[in-house]
C-alpha cells in the first residue's frame, strides 16, 4: 500500500535558520505529492504540490521537488521566521483512490526569536 | 466564498453519552473526508465519501462511530457511546472532483473531551 514517512521531530530552530524536513514515500502508482500546514488551533492547509518528476513546488518561500529516482520530496527553506512555527505534514495522492490523501505522520516546527 | 464550516467546535461530554459532530463543506465540492487527530496516532482517516455515498469506511475505529451524508451540504459523524479514548481534534475536510487533485480544504476542527 501506500505510505508516507517523515523524520523525526519535533525540530526546533532559531529564526533565519535554514529549514529542511525530510520525506520519503512508496505509492503503487505514480503519485502527486504535497506539503500541509498546520498552524496552531487551526485545520490544515495547503503549503505546496507537486505531479510529477523534478517538478519543484514552491510557497511562502518554502520549496520541495519531486525527486522519482530517490522518492522523496523534501521540504526546505532557507530563512524560517517565528510565524513558520506550525506541524508540517508530507502527503500523497494517487489516481487509484481519487481525493484520497495519504499523509506522513507530521513534523513539529518551533522557531524561536 | 465560506470555508468548510464545523460545529460544535468544542464539546466537552461524559463516558457513554452520544456526540455528533457536524460538518458542511464547501458548496460545489463532491468529496468529503473525516479525519481524526490525536498525539498518539496523528492524523488517521476515518471515512470519505462521494457525491454522498460512502466510498472507504475503512478507518472507522469500531461500531460506535458511523457517519451519514444526507446531502450534498451536510454530514455528521456520531459516537455512541463515546469513551475517553475517543478524546481528540475530529476534522471535515472536502475537495472537488473538478479541482486540483490532492488539495482538500480543512475545517478549524471540533475537539471533543470526554470525562
Known amino acids: 500500500g501506500d505510505s508516507v514517512t517523515q523524520m523525526e521531530g519535533p525540530v526546533t530552530l532559531s529564526e533565519e535558520a535554514f529549514l529542511t524536513i525530510n520525506c520519503t514515500y512508496t505509492a503503487t502508482g505514480y503519485p502527486s505529492l504535497f506539503w500541509y500546514v498546520q498552524y496552531p488551533g487551526e485545520g490544515l492547509q495547503l503549503l505546496l504540490k507537486a505531479t510529477k518528476a523534478d517538478d519543484k513546488g514552491s510557497n511562502k518561500g518554502f520549496e520541495a521537488t519531486y525527486r522519482k529516482e530517490t522518492t522523496s520530496f523534501h521540504l526546505e527553506k532557507g530563512s524560517v521566521q517565528v510565524s513558520d512555527s506550525a506541524v508540517y505534514f508530507c502527503?500523497?495522492?494517487?489516481?487509484?483512490?481519487?481525493?484520497?490523501?495519504?499523509f506522513g505522520q507530521g513534523t513539529i516546527l518551533t522557531v524561536h526569536p | 466564498d465560506a470555508g468548510v464550516i464545523q460545529s460544535p467546535r468544542h464539546e466537552v461530554t461524559e463516558m457513554g453519552q452520544e456526540v455528533t459532530l457536524r460538518c458542511k463543506p464547501i458548496?460545489?465540492?463532491?468529496?468529503l473526508f473525516w479525519y481524526r487527530q490525536t498525539m498518539m496516532r496523528g492524523l488517521e482517516l476515518l471515512i470519505y465519501?462521494?457525491?454522498?455515498?460512502?466510498?472507504?469506511d475503512s478507518g472507522m475505529p469500531e461500531d460506535r462511530f458511523s457517519a451519514k451524508m444526507p446531502n450534498a451540504s451536510f454530514s455528521t459523524l456520531k459516537i455512541q457511546p463515546s469513551e475517553p479514548r475517543d478524546s481528540a481534534v475530529y476534522f471535515c475536510?472536502?475537495?472537488?472532483?473538478?479541482?486540483?487533485?490532492?488539495?482538500?480544504?480543512f475545517g478549524p476542527g471540533t475537539r471533543l473531551t470526554v470525562l
Open positions: 458548496s460545489g465540492h463532491d468529496y
Open positions: 465519501f462521494n457525491n454522498n455515498v460512502p466510498i472507504d
Open positions: 475536510a472536502s475537495t472537488p472532483t473538478s479541482g486540483r487533485i490532492g488539495e482538500q480544504f
Open positions: 502527503a500523497l495522492s494517487t489516481g487509484t483512490s481519487y481525493g484520497k490523501l495519504t
